[in-house]
Each structure stands twice: as C-alpha cells, then as structure tokens.
C-alpha cells in the first residue's frame, strides 16, 4: 500500500534501520525498485524530483508508482517529492497524491541562492502546517549540500548552490538545527555533512576531515527525536565507473559515500539515505556494455532490461547494507 513516510520512518528508527530513497524518472527505475524491494521484502520510498516531473509529467509519475503499489500490494511504498523548492511545488506534489513532500529552503525558489535562516523557518513550517492537516510527511533541509575540499556544490544543474560555501554553511550546526525543528515541527531533516549530489563528491576515498560523520552524531545527540536525512548520497562504486569506462564512456576519477559510513550515521538517527547517482551509473554502464556488445541490435527492450537488473543490484544491495531487507 501508499503509505506515509512518517509512519516507515518511525519504524525505521524503532528497529534502528536505514530506508535508502530512491530517485526515479520512469518505468525501468520504478519496476527495479519494486522487483528489488519484493525479493528482500523491504519497505521502498521512491522520490521525484523536480527535473522528473518534467521528465515524465506528473501524471506518468503517479501512475507508474500508482502501478508499483497494484502489481506489489504487500510492499510499503511512499512517494515522496525530493527538493521542492517553495510551498507551492509543495502543494502542487500534494494534490497529485504524494504522501511526503520535502521543503528545501535552505535555497530560495531559483534552486541556487543560500536562503537565510528566517525564509527556511518560514517556508518550512508553512509547509508542515497544510501537510499535517491532512497526514503527508515533510522534510526539510538545514545547511548547504557541498564539498568541504572546495566548497562547491557539485551538481552543475540545480539542486545546489552557486557561488563558494563557507565552512559553516557546509555543515549543519547542532543548536539551530534543534531550534530549526522545534521552530518548524518538521518530521525529517537533512543535514549537510559534506556531501554533494552527483557523481563527482570527493577526489579522495573520505575521510573525517570532508565527510563529516561525527557531524551526525552531534545533531542526533540535540534532536535524539528527529529522523535525520543524508542525500548525495551513492557510493559512486569503482566497479560501476570501470564498467562505464570499458565500454567507451568518460568518467574522471571520483569517490562517493562509503557504504560502510553511511551505516555508521544510521547508528546515529539517519533514516533517509537518497540516492540517485548510482542507479543512474549502474544503467548507463549496462546499456553501453550491451549496445557494444550487439551492434546490430535496435528493440530498447533488450537493453533497457540489464539496465533494470543492473539497477536492481544496486537497490538490492542497499536495502541489505542498511538493514531494511525483511522490515515490509
Ligand atoms: O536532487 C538531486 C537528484 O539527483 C535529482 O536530480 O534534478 O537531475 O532529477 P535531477
Ligand atoms: P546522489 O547524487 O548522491 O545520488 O544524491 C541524490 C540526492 O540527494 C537526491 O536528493
Ligand atoms: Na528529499
Ligand atoms: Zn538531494
């Protein structure tokens, strides 16, 4: 069933367990998460962010996640609209029937100017008021997503800052963050703990110094009631990017969110673990393996098929990693 996310992340926190969300854009995702999902018996969030709607239109994206909950009646699924960048992004996820919308104000509208503290308070709690009257879940964000290397966002387009952060933009701080959910009663935050969207994160594997972890644990000693959310966060798998690179594609040398790190934040209140980077590259690596092995080859259904099994690895691994595999 459509459930709210409110309700899979107290679970989640009760078992002490992490729920990765999962961005998707169309058929092949969607039926890799539920394929995954039901094999591991696992609860699923699928999120949409703004770039899917226009993608594939709001009305695809509800019906294809309406087609998830028939085909998979036993699978707990939330739909969760990721980054909404004003109250009316928000309103607009909620009467198309998501369950959970997320409130970004730490940018204004334009997806890239740092907002101040007062806007993202203001917009936050606008948007708990007229989701909890009526049972949708709301996520906010507290601090700028970026690299602590270079303090840049990362992502060339949207979802991230222009211009350099300075260190205490690029980490949440603990007080106002437990000021900043009392302020706004959101149910889920996310936090800025290094991390950037996208393939390229860090030029190094991570260490304390850019992926902040201690960070996560200080924020969930001040707010211990608090769901706490990390985005950026795929492990960008070496093996994905060698893939890639065997079969013609131009990937620089790059590192993610160690899979192992991110099991340490969920020890410390991480729920919410987005990812999106890692379906993308676990597809793209299958489909141009596939197209150089069979030129000859022309019905996207036979590569649009290791695309989805190649995704559904990766889904299948992070239900496992982040103990979510038998909590449906
Ligand atoms: O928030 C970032 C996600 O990776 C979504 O990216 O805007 O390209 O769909 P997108
Ligand atoms: P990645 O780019 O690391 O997959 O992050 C996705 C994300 O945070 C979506 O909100
Ligand atoms: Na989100
Ligand atoms: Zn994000």
Do not use: W
Request: net charge negative.
């Amino acid at each position: 069933p459509l459930v709210s996310m409110r309700q899979l992340l107290d679970h989640a926190a009760e078992h002490s367990y992490g729920l990765p969300a999962f961005n998707v854009n169309n058929l092949e995702q969607v039926q890799a998460i539920m394929e995954a999902a039901a094999e591991l018996d696992s609860p699923v969030i699928m999120q949409a962010s703004a770039g899917a709607r226009k993608y594939a239109g709001e009305a695809f994206l509800r019906h294809l996640i309406d087609a998830a909950v028939e085909a998979y009646p036993h699978i707990p699924v939330v739909m969760h609209q990721d980054h909404g960048q004003s109250p009316a992004v928000c309103l607009t996820a909620i009467r198309s029937g998501f369950s959970s919308v997320m409130m970004d104000g730490s940018l204004l509208e334009d997806g890239k100017t740092p907002a101040s503290y007062d806007y993202n308070v203001e917009v936050t709690r606008k948007v708990v008021e007229m989701s909890h009257a009526i049972g949708v879940t709301v996520e906010g964000e507290l601090g700028c997503l970026g690299s602590l290397e270079t303090g840049e966002a990362g992502e060339e387009d949207g979802h991230g800052a222009e211009g350099k952060l300075d260190h205490s933009q690029l980490l949440t701080d603990p007080d106002q963050a437990a000021d900043f959910v009392k302020l706004t009663d959101c149910d889920a935050l996310a936090i800025a703990i290094g991390t950037s969207h996208g393939a390229y994160k860090f030029t190094r594997k991570p260490t304390g110094d850019i992926l902040a972890i201690d960070r996560i644990k200080a924020i969930h000693q001040r707010i211990p009631n608090t769901h706490l959310v990390m985005h950026g966060s795929s492990s960008v798998p070496q093996e994905l990017l060698a893939i890639i690179r065997e079969f013609g594609g131009d990937m620089k040398e790059t590192y993610g969110v160690p899979v192992e790190e991110i099991v340490e934040g969920i020890k410390y209140g991480v729920r919410k673990i987005n990812i999106d980077t890692d379906i993308r590259l676990a597809m793209t690596g299958a489909i141009r393996k596939f197209m150089f092995e069979n030129p000859s080859k022309f019905d996207p259904r036979e590569y649009l098929k290791p695309a989805r099994e190649a995704a559904k690895l990766v889904v299948k691994a992070r239900f496992e990693a982040f103990g979510c595999a038998g909590q449906a």
